[in-house]
């Protein structure tokens, strides 16, 4: 039987999440996220969104639970008040062991796909690191495993420019498929 893969491409609609350079990051965390489908064949995929439209939170999580998903991956891109910050983090719920192995999975899954950026490694929403807490919602209401990727830092502009290569989206694409592959293996 095969795994249902929930993706989330974070924002979109009247929320276009982090814009700079005339780039809003619900565009990237949707192109990334729509070339990962075929990369899976082996799994069900579907998406919280394919196109330029708002979605609730609420309804990104009850989209999970209608269809049964076994995993949810959301994907995004971070911003920060400085241009110092770089490199991809992928978060878990802390209350989530299965969350935290598939985060895990993913995050070697870049670390090993030569991307040429900095790993800031996994974190939990309870990590004092960690940012805007507030947007992790989907993380907490999920029922399955589930992570949040942020693929890079659009405050950052050499990584901004990087983000906006068609190329790295894609490297980024198969890095997360991969470590969704590894993690429906185990």
Not at 144 to 162: H, I, K, Q, T, Y
Request: glycine share 6%; charged share 25%; with cysteine.
């Amino acid at each position: 039987m095969k795994k249902i893969i929930l993706l989330d491409p974070g924002h979109g609609g009247d929320q276009p999440g982090a814009c700079r350079d005339n780039t809003r990051e619900a565009a990237l965390n949707l192109d990334i996220a729509l070339r990962i489908p075929p990369l899976l064949p082996d799994c069900e995929v579907f998406l919280t969104r394919d196109d330029d439209r708002t979605v609730s939170l609420l309804d990104r999580v009850n989209k999970q639970q209608q269809i049964g998903a076994n995993f949810f991956i959301s994907i995004h891109c971070d911003a920060s008040e400085s241009r110092t910050p770089q490199g991809y983090t992928v978060y878990h719920h802390p209350g989530s062991e299965k969350g935290k192995a598939l985060a895990t999975s993913i995050l070697r899954a870049l670390d090993s796909a030569g991307l040429g950026r900095i790993s800031r490694g996994v974190l939990s929403p309870d990590n004092p690191l960690t940012p805007h807490v507030e947007s992790f919602f989907v993380l907490a209401h999920t029922t399955c495993p589930a992570c949040l990727v942020e693929c890079g830092f659009m405050s950052n502009p050499e990584e901004l420019a990087w983000l906006q290569v068609s190329e790295n989206r894609q490297a980024l694409a198969m890095a997360i498929a991969r470590g969704i592959e590894i993690q429906e293996k185990e």
